[in-house]
């Protein structure tokens, strides 16, 4: 019998950057190698976002008392919105460009992350192992979302053989699949393909070395999870749910 291998990184320690997140995930991406891995039930790292705010809010204003506060030597501007400035999370992932399975240029993070919740896994097209069960238990995972596919849930597949999987190849592999809207099926130029994987924490120097997880995130929430892509597909439905389902701290 399969076992879910999950893990979910902890947002109540804000002190860790994005790549010290994704180190943390890499480590759980060896141990899925293996459907008789046991999950650590340790909580390694804080989401991105929630440890830039922590990191980055203000400390409280000092005070003066009326004997020491001077008066304003000129009138007051009005005060003017800040510019605002790249997230943490699109510091760290930035918008290296990748190309789907249409030939469409796609931004890493401000097409495919920003305030998405998704589905990500690591495959190649001729792969003759684990990349054909994963992809069909996505299927399945895809019909159990049913409208919300490519509306709130989209699904990302990272070629880790970019120098073969041209967008055509994978516009096949896709219409083998019926993969419909809202899941990519992406490669590109093989520097900026790695630079995504190391990224990740899914970089791997021989493709059939890839790792048999999907990296399942809610990026508004800052929620990050793991499971074993070879698991059941009920199991994996429920830990996609939670992620969706998941809320904003403070909000509704």
Same mark, same amino acid.
């Given at each position: 019998?399969?076992?879910?291998?999950?893990?979910?990184?902890?947002?109540?320690?804000?002190?860790?950057?994005?790549?010290?997140?994704?180190?943390?995930?890499?480590?759980?991406?060896?141990?899925?190698?293996?459907?008789?891995?046991?999950?650590?039930?340790?909580?390694?790292?804080?989401?991105?976002?929630?440890?830039?705010?922590?990191?980055?809010?203000?400390?409280?204003?000092?005070?003066?008392?009326?004997?020491?506060?001077?008066?304003?030597? /000129? +009138? !007051?501007?009005?005060?003017?919105? $800040?510019?605002?400035?790249?997230?943490?999370?699109?510091? %760290? @992932?930035?918008?290296? =460009?990748?190309?789907?399975?249409?030939?469409?240029?796609?931004?890493?993070?401000?097409?495919?992350?920003?305030?998405?919740?998704?589905?990500?896994?690591?495959?190649?097209?001729?792969?003759?192992?684990?990349?054909?069960?994963?992809?069909?238990?996505?299927?399945?995972?895809?019909?159990?979302?049913?409208?919300?596919?490519?509306?709130?849930?989209?699904?990302?597949?990272?070629?880790?053989?970019?120098?073969?999987? /041209? +967008? !055509?190849?994978?516009?096949?592999? $896709?219409?083998?699949?019926?993969?419909?809207?809202?899941? %990519? @099926?992406?490669?590109? =130029?093989?520097?900026?393909?790695?630079?995504?994987?190391?990224?990740?924490?899914?970089?791997?120097?021989?493709?059939?070395?890839?790792?048999?997880?999907?990296?399942?995130?809610?990026?508004?929430?800052?929620?990050?999870?793991?499971?074993?892509?070879?698991?059941?597909?009920?199991?994996?439905?429920?830990?996609?749910?939670?992620?969706?389902?998941?809320?904003?701290?403070?909000?509704?």
């Amino acid at each position: 019998m399969r076992r879910v291998i999950v893990e979910e990184f902890d947002r109540t320690r804000p002190r860790k950057s994005p790549a010290a997140l994704l180190a943390a995930a890499a480590a759980l991406c060896l141990a899925c190698n293996s459907a008789a891995a046991q999950g650590s039930g340790q909580r390694p790292a804080a989401a991105a976002t929630a440890a830039q705010k922590q990191q980055q809010s203000p400390a409280p204003a000092r005070q003066q008392s009326p004997a020491t506060a001077r008066p304003s030597q /000129t +009138p !007051a501007r009005p005060s003017q919105p $800040a510019a605002a400035g790249p997230s943490s999370a699109q510091s %760290y @992932f930035t918008d290296t =460009e990748l190309v789907n399975q249409n030939g469409e240029k796609m931004r890493l993070y401000s097409d495919l992350l920003k305030g998405k919740v998704i589905v990500i896994n690591f495959f190649f097209a001729t792969c003759q192992g684990s990349c054909l069960p994963m992809s069909r238990n996505l299927q399945q995972v895809r019909t159990a979302l049913g409208g919300r596919m490519g509306k709130d849930v989209h699904f990302i597949s990272i070629s880790v053989d970019p120098t073969v999987d /041209t +967008p !055509a190849a994978l516009k096949e592999y $896709a219409r083998k699949l019926d993969a419909g809207p809202g899941w %990519y @099926f992406l490669t590109g =130029e093989k520097a900026k393909v790695e630079f995504a994987l190391r990224k990740l924490g899914q970089y791997v120097d021989n493709p059939e070395q890839h790792t048999n997880v999907f990296i399942i995130g809610n990026e508004r929430t800052g929620l990050w999870k793991k499971a074993f892509g070879l698991a059941r597909p009920d199991e994996l439905i429920k830990i996609v749910e939670s992620v969706l389902n998941d809320k904003p701290a403070g909000g509704s």
